[in-house]
C-alpha cells in the first residue's frame, strides 16, 4: 500500500548523532518497509556532526540547503564542500562528518539508506589526541 509522511509524521526519535538531527520518513516502524530507510537531516549554523558510520548500511545524501562539507577517511583526511543539488554516496562502515559552513542559516539535506532501519553508530573521533 502506498503510504504518504507529511512532515508532522515525521520520526525524531531515530538515532541521532551530536551536532546535526534526523527524522525518519520512510522506515519500517512508519511505513512496514522492508530495505529502504529515508529521512532528512539538518545541520544548525555553524554546526559539526560528530563522528559516525552507517554499520554496513549504504547512504545516500542529497544537498536541499546550505554548503556542507564532508570529511572521511580513517583520520577524517578527505575533505569536499557541497552545496544544494549535490549527492553524495557513503559506503558501508566509513567514518565520516557533516559541517555546515554557513554560521547563520541551517543546512538541510534528504537521507537514503539500503537497509530497514537508520543505523548510526557514532565514533571517537580519529584525531583527537593526535
Known amino acids: 500500500m502506498v503510504k504518504v509522511i507529511r512532515p508532522p509524521e515525521r520520526d525524531a526519535g531515530t538515532a541521532q548523532t551530536p551536532g546535526m538531527r534526523r527524522e525518519a520518513a520512510i522506515s519500517a516502524a512508519?511505513?512496514?518497509?522492508?530495505g529502504l530507510w529515508m529521512g532528512v537531516g539538518k545541520?544548525?549554523?555553524?554546526a559539526c556532526s560528530a563522528v559516525h558510520h552507517h554499520g554496513e548500511s549504504e547512504s545516500g545524501i542529497?544537498?536541499?540547503?546550505?554548503r556542507i562539507r564532508f570529511r572521511w577517511g580513517d583520520r577524517l583526511e578527505h575533505v569536499v564542500d557541497t552545496e544544494p543539488g549535490d549527492f553524495i554516496f557513503v559506503p558501508p562502515f566509513e567514518i565520516h562528518s557533516e559541517?555546515?559552513?554557513?554560521?547563520?542559516?541551517?543546512?538541510?539535506?534528504?537521507?537514503?539508506?539500503n537497509m530497514m532501519e537508520g543505523i548510526v553508530v557514532?565514533?571517537?573521533?580519529?584525531r583527537d589526541g593526535a
Open 122 to 126: 557514532n565514533v571517537p573521533d580519529p
Open 43 to 46: 545541520n544548525e549554523p555553524g
Open 62 to 66: 542529497y544537498i536541499l540547503k546550505g
Open 30 to 34: 512508519l511505513t512496514e518497509s522492508n
Open 99 to 113: 559541517e555546515n559552513l554557513d554560521p547563520d542559516n541551517p543546512a538541510e539535506f534528504v537521507l537514503a539508506r
